[in-house]
Structures are given as C-alpha cells and as structure tokens.
C-alpha cells in the first residue's frame, strides 16, 4: 500500500540522532520490509540519512522561528500544508506521530478517505507545560482532541500514554510498545578480560538518571569503566561528576543511528538507571541492549519489568539506588557466565517479541479488515 508518513514535530528530524529520530527511521523501514510505498511529511527533514533510506521521498515544510507564540501558529499551519500535500498525492494510510498543534492526519482523511493510524509517543501538553513554554493551551488541547477522536487508530507505547489519549478523547488506545531492529543490532563475542564495561545510551538529561550510574560505578572501583553513548545538557555535569568519582569515562558524543551497533559491542552491560517518579517511557535503550545480546541492569519502574525478565534477562534494581544499582553490576562484573547467560536470554526475547516488524504489524493489525496488506 502507499503510506504517508506525517511528523510535524519540528524538535524531531526525521533523520537524526534522538531516539525519536530512530523511532521515525524503524517504522519507515518496517513498512518498507512489507513492500509498502512510504512518502514522509515533515517539519524537520535533519541531515543524518541513512543510506538504506536515502530513496525515501520527503517532503519538508519548515516551522518558522520567532517567539514561542508565533512558533505554535507555524507549526500548525505547517502541519496544514503538509496535509495538503499529502491529500494531493493520494495514500491507503496516514500513520502520524502525534505532534503539538497538529490535525494534518484528519485533515487528510477527510480530504481523502485514507484510514489513519496516530501513533502517540508521550503526553506532550503535559511535556510542553511543565518543561518547555505553552501559550495557546486551549488551541494545543483543541488540536490533540481532534487528532485523538478522528484517528482510526491511536497506538500508545505505554499504559499511562493510553490513558492520558483515552483522558483527551481517544476511544479504544492500543498500548504498542517500542521495538529494535534485530537485523542491525546483533550480538558480539566479547572476552572476559578486564574491567567490566558498563554502557548508557541515550540523551543526556536529568530524568535519566544518569548521575545515579555514575555513583554506582564508582562504588565499583577499577572493577568498571562507564561509557556514555550520547550528548545532551547534562553532559558537562555528568563528566565532572565521574571525574570527582574516579570513574574512567568514556564519552562518545552524539552517535549517528548506524554507529550504535558498534559502541554497543564495546560494552558488557547495558544500564536503564531511571530515577523514581513518572514511568509513561517505552525505552529505545533497553531494547537495543537486548538486541546485542548485552545483560540489562535497570530501575524496576514503569514498561520496564515487562521488557527485562529480572534474573533471565537482566537485573533489576531499586530507582534512584546507587547501591543497590552498584550491586547489580558487582554481580555481573563477579561472573562471567551470568552476563553471557542473559545476555542470550536478552536478544532471544527481543527476535521473539520486540522487532520493529512485530511492532508494527500489531498496530496495523487493528485495520486489518480495512487496510490492504
């Protein structure tokens, strides 16, 4: 089928280095995989395209700058255009990562009759209140609500996610948690020598706990070295901090998606050290550790138990404890055969049930009786 692909979030480049950005490349790859068309609708286009996905059409129509007042009004005549452009090329699907002041996947069913599926990735009013400025509340809530209840089908990737689109008018959410992609991330044999290798990935920002991992570490001595795959506003803190510690740290910056398999075999251990408090994540992270086979230490919080079978395929750990973080990795840096014995355990669980293939094929599941295969 041909497949529009909508993201008017112009803090999301389709071909960058956040997560989001990865979640964007998945889907577009999964769908591909199917041998469906895919043509993306953006905000932000981003420079870091993969080879794989070079051919992929975009069409990219630019969120003007100005005071956050005049950037809400950009985007949502943007996500306007876009909708127009997409409803003049004719799709079978519309599936729209839900973004901020954005009806461009009602707009073009309306336009065209395609079936729409909202893919709906955090509660980003909420988000945007709390963390970043919100000034046209009731447009922002006005626009989720229509998004929300035109939708033929809204996927969460989380519990709370569903519950925050049900609170906004979604009627029937469907809970589809992230995924990997177990072709580009494999495992590695890695040696038993030397300290144990300890890995964060991600964006480095304070509700990742990071600063948490960097106490545990420490507590470990020369028995650990920490790597973090990753930038962001926390990064000159976190590298004092370790250095304060005595943690050997490595940093890579920020890593293009096709790199990460490869910083991923320099370690042992992955680490998810999320702090207490709200849990509405489907972490990208965990699942790529999984995928390459790597022993997952993490909070036992939120999506997370579901994902890490505590003692199969990881360990789990109190949130927000250093020391019971530190003895977790104590474990695993004490016995080799327990981090290769989940480590097998890990990637096994993410080819069986954690693919980007499966995660999609459970969302458009749900139109099958509707939208062609």
């Not at 009602?106 to 955090?122: F, K, P, Q, S, Y």
């Not at 480095?204 to 470990?220: C, Q, S």
């Not at 096994?348 to 009786?369: K, N, P």
């Amino acid at each position: 089928m041909r497949v529009a692909y909508v993201c008017a979030d112009p803090g999301v480049p389709v071909f960058g280095t956040k997560g989001s950005s990865v979640h964007i490349q998945e889907i577009i790859r999964a769908f591909r995989s199917r041998g469906d068309e895919v043509v993306v609708y953006c905000t932000r286009r981003g420079h870091d395209v993969p080879d794989d996905l070079a051919e992929v059409r975009v069409v990219e129509v630019r969120v003007a700058g100005g005071d956050p007042a005049e950037r809400e009004q950009s985007i949502a005549a943007a996500s306007a255009l876009l909708a127009i452009r997409a409803a003049q090329d004719g799709f079978d699907l519309v599936y729209e990562r839900f973004s901020l002041f954005s009806r461009a996947g009602a707009h073009i069913a309306d336009a065209t009759g395609a079936r729409v599926v909202l893919e709906v990735n955090a509660p980003l009013i909420d988000e945007q209140r709390e963390h970043r400025v919100l000034v046209d509340d009731a447009e922002a809530e006005s626009a989720a609500r229509t998004a929300l209840t035109t939708a033929h089908v809204v996927a969460c990737v989380s519990e709370p996610v569903a519950d925050w689109a049900r609170a906004h008018g979604a009627a029937a959410p469907i809970v589809a948690p992230n995924g990997v992609n177990t072709s580009r991330i494999r495992p590695i044999h890695r040696g038993d020598d030397g300290p144990l290798r300890v890995g964060f990935v991600g964006t480095l920002k304070p509700w990742h706990g990071v600063e948490v991992l960097i106490d545990a570490v420490a507590m470990l001595g020369d028995r650990a070295t920490l790597t973090l795959i990753g930038d962001g506003p926390e990064a000159a803190s976190l590298r004092a901090r370790a250095a304060a510690r005595g943690v050997a740290l490595t940093e890579t910056g920020a890593v293009r998606p096709a790199d990460i398999p490869r910083h991923l075999a320099n370690l042992d251990v992955g680490a998810a050290p999320y702090p207490d408090g709200q849990a509405y994540f489907s972490p990208l992270k965990v699942y790529e550790y999984l995928a390459a086979g790597l022993p997952v230490v993490a909070s036992r919080i939120g999506q997370i138990p579901a994902i890490v079978a505590d003692g199969r395929s990881g360990l789990l750990v109190e949130p927000g404890s250093a020391a019971d973080l530190a003895r977790a990795l104590a474990r695993l840096a004490d016995d080799p055969a327990l981090r290769e014995r989940l480590g097998a355990e890990a990637r096994t669980d993410a080819v069986a049930h954690h693919d980007w293939s499966q995660v999609l094929e459970r969302i458009l599941a749900d139109t099958s009786a509707e939208v062609p295969a």
